[in-house]
């Protein structure tokens, strides 16, 4: 079992930044593949983006390409989210997941941070 926990959210003015922590417990993070995802209210929850279990490869929803950056330190069991030029459209509560290899879905999820961007 693997227990994530995130933290860093709160509020912020928009063009504002922010960074998200997820710390895992439990296993080692260092072979599965971690995202962040998001749900606004009413709205379902969309990705946000995935980093590898090497780190090397990304992944990135379009509408935080640019602005968002992951990444991970697999000595700290530890995700990142940098989250720049904020907008309020990125309103939402943002959850850490991840997917052990080999599999397609993600098997563990956090509880979620609230993000609010101000106008």
């Known amino acids: 079992q693997v227990q994530l926990v995130e933290s860093g959210g709160r509020l912020v003015q928009a063009g504002g930044s922010l960074r998200l922590s997820c710390a895992a417990s439990?296993?080692?993070?260092?072979?599965?593949?971690m995202g962040w995802f998001r749900q606004a209210p009413g709205k379902e929850r969309e990705f946000v983006a995935a980093?590898?279990?090497?780190?090397?490869?990304?992944y990135y929803s379009d509408s935080v390409k640019g602005r968002f950056t992951i990444s991970r330190d697999n000595a700290k069991n530890t995700v990142y989210l940098q989250m720049n030029n904020l907008k309020p459209e990125d309103t939402a509560v943002y959850s850490c997941?991840?997917?052990?290899?080999?599999?397609?879905?993600?098997?563990?999820w956090g509880q979620g941070t609230q993000v609010t961007v101000s106008s």
């Open positions: 997941a991840a997917r052990p290899r080999g599999r397609t879905q993600y098997d563990y």
């Open positions: 980093i590898s279990w090497t780190g090397g490869v990304t």
């Open positions: 439990g296993r080692t993070i260092s072979s599965y593949t």
